[in-house]
C-alpha cells in the first residue's frame, strides 16, 4: 500500500517537468531546437544565418546596453529574420516579472520581428495580457508572443 497514491492526490501530469527552473528552460530549449531541425532549420554559426538556418545564443544589446543573447535566431524562407526569445515557467514564479525586460531588451534587437515563445503556466495571466498590449501596440518592430512551442512552430511552417 505504501506505494499507491493516496485517493484525493493529483496525480502529476506526465509532461510536467522537473528540476530546477534552469534545467526545465534549458530542455525546453533543446526540445524547440529539436523540432527546428525536424521541420527542415540547420544550426549555422554564421553571424547572420542563411536561409532555413539558426544561431542559438546570438548576441544583442538589451535595454541596458549590455550584451544578451537570444535563444536563436532563425532566418525563415517567407518571414527573414526572426529573433527568438523561448522561456519556459511550468510553476509560479518570477518569469512574469521578467516581461517587461523581455519586451524592453527586444525592442533594441535589430531584426524588424521578434518572438517569444512560452512553455508552461506558470506565469500570470495579467502579465501575459500586459505583455500582448505592449507588443500589439509597439511602433517600428513587429512582436510575435506564443504561450505554447505548438503555436509557434504553426506560424513557421504556415
Not at 30 to 45: K, S
Not at 51 to 71: E, N, V
Not at 112 to 121: A, C, L, Q, Y
Not at 124 to 130: H, Q, R
Request: negative net charge; hydrophobic residues 30%.
Amino acid at each position: 500500500m505504501d506505494g499507491q497514491l493516496p485517493l484525493f492526490d493529483e496525480i502529476p501530469d506526465k509532461n510536467e517537468h522537473t528540476g530546477s527552473p534552469q534545467e526545465s528552460n534549458r530542455k525546453f530549449c533543446t526540445e524547440l531546437e529539436e523540432e527546428l531541425t525536424l521541420i527542415g532549420f540547420a544550426e549555422c554559426t554564421d553571424v547572420q544565418p542563411q536561409r532555413q538556418k539558426y544561431i542559438k545564443r546570438a548576441a544583442y544589446q538589451d535595454m541596458y546596453g549590455s550584451t544578451r543573447h537570444s535563444t536563436f535566431l532563425i532566418h525563415h524562407k517567407t518571414k527573414g529574420l526572426l529573433r527568438i526569445e523561448a522561456h519556459r515557467q511550468v510553476q509560479s514564479g518570477s518569469v512574469d516579472q521578467k516581461f517587461p525586460f523581455f519586451y524592453e531588451s527586444l525592442s533594441n534587437a535589430p531584426e524588424e520581428t521578434v518572438v517569444i515563445v512560452f512553455d508552461g503556466k506558470g506565469y500570470k495571466k495579467e502579465a501575459y495580457d500586459w505583455l500582448l498590449t505592449q507588443t500589439e501596440n509597439h511602433a517600428g518592430k513587429t512582436f510575435k508572443v506564443f504561450a505554447s512551442k505548438e503555436n509557434f512552430l504553426s506560424y513557421l511552417t504556415n
